[in-house]
C-alpha cells in the first residue's frame, strides 16, 4: 500500500503540471489561472448545497427508522469531492466536480458497499437496514449506591447537600 500512495504522490503532481502547461498553452496562462480559480469556487458551492441536501435526506432516513448508508456514502464521496476541488489543479477539480454528480455517487457508493460486503463480510447494510430509535438513556452494568453511616456529619438532616449519591437521606 505504501508503495501505491508513494508513486501516487510523485504521479499526481505531474499529472497537474503538464496539464497546465497544455491547457496554458492552448488558452493562456491568465485564463487557466481563471479557470484553476473558478472551478474552484464552483466546487465549493456545489459541495455546501449537495452536502446540505444530503444532511437533509440522512435525517430523514433515520427519522423513519432506516440506516443512512446511502447518505453516509454521498456524504464521504461529497467530502472527497471537497478535498479535491480546493487541491490546486485541473485533473483533481474534474475529478471533484465528476464525484459531485449524483448518478456517479451511486454508481460508485453501490460499486464500494458490494466490494465492502465481500471483502469485509459486512452483512446487514443497505437502504432496507433498520435500527432502534434512541429513546433515552442506555446505562448498562452494575451500579451500588453507599449509604452514609448514621455517624457522618453530612448524614445529619439540614447541613446542606449530602456527596452521596440520592442528595442524603430522606425521613
Given at each position: 500500500?505504501a508503495?501505491?500512495i ?19 498553452g492552448?488558452?493562456?496562462?491568465l ?7 473558478g472551478?474552484?469556487?464552483?466546487g465549493?458551492?456545489?459541495l455546501?448545497h449537495q452536502g446540505?441536501?444530503t444532511?437533509r435526506?440522512?435525517?430523514e432516513a433515520?427519522?423513519?427508522?432506516e ?8 456524504g464521504?464521496f ?5 478535498l479535491l476541488?480546493?487541491?490546486?489543479g485541473l485533473?483533481t477539480?474534474?475529478?471533484?466536480l465528476?464525484l459531485?454528480v449524483?448518478?456517479?455517487r ?5 460499486a464500494?458497499t ?12 443497505g ?7 434512541y429513546?433515552?438513556p ?12 448514621p455517624?457522618?456529619a453530612n448524614a445529619?438532616k439540614?447541613d446542606g447537600?449530602?456527596?452521596w ?7
Open positions: 500500500m508503495p501505491v508513494l508513486l501516487a504522490l510523485i504521479l499526481v503532481p505531474l499529472a497537474e503540471i503538464a496539464t497546465f502547461i497544455w491547457v496554458g492552448w488558452i493562456g496562462a485564463p487557466t489561472v481563471a479557470l484553476v480559480v472551478l474552484a469556487i464552483l465549493l458551492w456545489l455546501h446540505l441536501g444532511l435526506k440522512a435525517q433515520m427519522d423513519r427508522g440506516m443512512p448508508v446511502e447518505q453516509v456514502t454521498d464521504a461529497i467530502v472527497l469531492a471537497g476541488m480546493v487541491t490546486p485533473l477539480d474534474a475529478l471533484g465528476l459531485l449524483p448518478a456517479v451511486r454508481a460508485l457508493g453501490r464500494v458490494r466490494w465492502a460486503r465481500t471483502h469485509m463480510h459486512v452483512q446487514g447494510m437502504a432496507s437496514a433498520s435500527y432502534t430509535r429513546s433515552g442506555i446505562i448498562e452494568g452494575k451500579a451500588e449506591a453507599i449509604e452514609p453511616e455517624d457522618d445529619k439540614g447537600p449530602s456527596p449519591i440520592g442528595g442524603g437521606r430522606s425521613n
